[in-house]
């Protein structure tokens, strides 16, 4: 067969994640290294780094250029960060397998408290999620909530370097790096509620490529995508995106789903909240109804 090329930014978490897309196809279809290519593609989101993702277009700035070369059709899949991406494909791709989902939670970093409550008064906390933003203000509204944004290792530099006193990454990147010794704490989904699809590894594909999806349906972990189907049905609901501070975690438990979703205000003032439950089957349904739930609830307060 031609060999198979993997699309990927070129950040060391996308490509952990790429090496373990081709690991597992691997190890399913008994292919070798030489059979399967990784190839680095920077996006519009890696080059400007100066600016809220939410003044420069959001979440597809790092998806944009990864999609073009599917469609060229120089790599055959793109595997991403399911956090990351848009609400909605664009027509002719689909998410054809997910990998295992890891720890969804957030993970605090500081080297000067041990919580979000234990941080100082008007203590100053780096993050470049609307969401996590949203959140801190609505448990702590003395903090001060600054922009961070760069990888994993340019976040964890910012912090050493004394620009904030805390930041949070999500939990599952740091396990995948090895850095897992970094977090000061686990914030539990009680507190502070993930993004959707937290966690989740997702492989992109065209729709009419056949060939591929046949190859990565071996590699799709199917609690994880009914999880995420649901979370993403709940985000599409709300036309969400990276201006929008909203969170959403759906958990399967023999053949049922449970569904936790919320909208804030900017100032974390408002929340609008609703939980689902029942089959998995209507994962997409019950997210859906949620996100118009809130929606309608939340109204203009909400930003879209």
Do not use: W
Not at 52 to 74: C, N, Q, V, W, Y
Not at 103 to 124: C, E, K, M, W
């Amino acid at each position: 067969m031609p060999k198979l090329k993997i699309g990927t930014r070129g950040s060391p978490l996308a490509l952990y994640q790429a090496n373990e897309t081709r690991e597992r196809l691997m190890a399913a279809h008994g292919l070798s290294e030489a059979d399967i290519e990784i190839v680095v593609i920077t996006t519009t989101g890696d080059r400007v780094r100066d600016r809220p993702l939410s003044e420069i277009g959001g979440k597809g700035l790092f998806t944009k250029e990864i999609e073009e070369a599917l469609f060229a059709r120089d790599i055959h899949l793109a595997v991403h960060s399911m956090k990351d991406m848009p609400a909605r494909l664009p027509d002719g791709l689909t998410i054809a397998a997910l990998l295992p989902r890891e720890d969804v939670r957030d993970a605090f970093l500081s080297p000067v408290a041990g919580s979000i409550q234990a941080l100082a008064q008007a203590a100053t906390v780096g993050s470049s999620s609307v969401r996590r933003a949203a959140q801190l203000k609505r448990l702590r509204p003395d903090l001060n909530v600054i922009q961070f944004r760069g990888n994993v290792e340019t976040r964890l530099r910012k912090l050493e370097e004394g620009v904030a006193q805390a930041t949070f990454l999500a939990a599952a990147g740091l396990k995948r790096l090895g850095l897992a010794g970094k977090i000061t704490s686990l914030v539990p989904t009680d507190v502070m509620l993930p993004a959707v699809a937290q966690g989740c590894i997702g492989i992109e594909t065209r729709e009419d490529d056949s060939a591929t999806r046949a190859l990565l349906a071996p590699l799709n972990h199917a609690a994880s995508a009914v999880a995420v189907t649901c979370e993403r049905a709940f985000l599409a609901a709300l036309d969400g995106s990276c201006r929008t501070p909203l969170a959403g975690h759906a958990t399967v438990t023999a053949g049922q789903i449970s569904f936790r979703g919320h909208a804030l205000t900017h100032d974390g003032v408002h929340c609008f909240e609703t939980t689902r439950t029942g089959a998995a089957a209507d994962a997409e349904r019950l997210g859906r109804e949620a996100g118009e739930q809130v929606k309608a609830e939340g109204g203009s307060l909400i930003a879209f």
